[in-house]
């Protein structure tokens, strides 16, 4: 008796779309957390320019 599981595992055009899905979920995490230690660098650098002024 086959189970949904064995359809899954033998169509590998599922694993591709898994797997490019799961590339482009890792490179957005990645752009997000640049864009916001970006952020967070430049509020930084606005709060200690304030205080030197």
Known sequence: MKTPGD???KDSRIWKQLATNEIQQEESRRRLL??????ISDKKQHETNAKLS
């Open 7 to 9: 359809m899954f595992m």
């Open 34 to 39: 640049c864009s916001d230690t970006v952020t």
